[in-house]
């Protein structure tokens, strides 16, 4: 290709893109069928934006809590088989969910792959079963 050609070529590509880009197609300016033939609908319809009339999304993949998570649930994280997910279960209580790596539970190609998909939770403390007794009043 010379490079005069290849410049008409440029050039043509490039008022086919400035003709579409602008919205004339060539074709007169008529309303289109669609529009039940009422030009100002047409303009009403482009005139508002567009409404999203999709529900919102719930997260597909929920957070799995390996202090509390079966091995069924565990084994649905990616990379993880019976035989991690047992050791997970038996490594239980995790103080965060670094320590399946810290531990030696999961190789750290496996953690890296979950670790945004798990969480450890902490078990709630109860006040009232750690606090000491208060020393009964001396009767009189």
Not at 18 to 23: D, I, K, Q, T, Y
Not at 71 to 92: E, H, M, V
Not at 113 to 133: D, E, F, M, W, Y
Request: overall charge positive; hydrophobic content about 40%; aromatic content about 2%.
């Amino acid at each position: 290709m010379t490079y005069q050609s290849t410049l008409a070529a440029l050039a043509a590509l490039a008022a086919a893109v400035l003709l579409l880009g602008s919205g004339q197609s060539g074709a007169a300016d008529k309303p289109r069928a669609d529009t039940a033939g009422n030009a100002a609908s047409s303009a009403h319809a482009i005139s508002q934006p567009l409404q999203n009339t999709r529900p919102p999304t719930r997260p597909t993949n929920p957070l799995i809590d390996i202090n509390t998570a079966t091995a069924a649930g565990l084994k649905a994280l990616p990379g993880i088989g019976a035989g991690d997910a047992a050791k997970i279960i038996a490594g239980r209580p995790y103080g965060s969910k670094a320590q399946l790596e810290t531990r030696g539970v999961l190789e750290p190609l496996v953690y890296e792959g979950l670790k945004q998909r798990v969480i450890a939770s902490q078990p709630a403390v109860n006040a009232a079963a750690n606090s000491t007794p208060t020393p009964a009043a001396p009767k009189r």
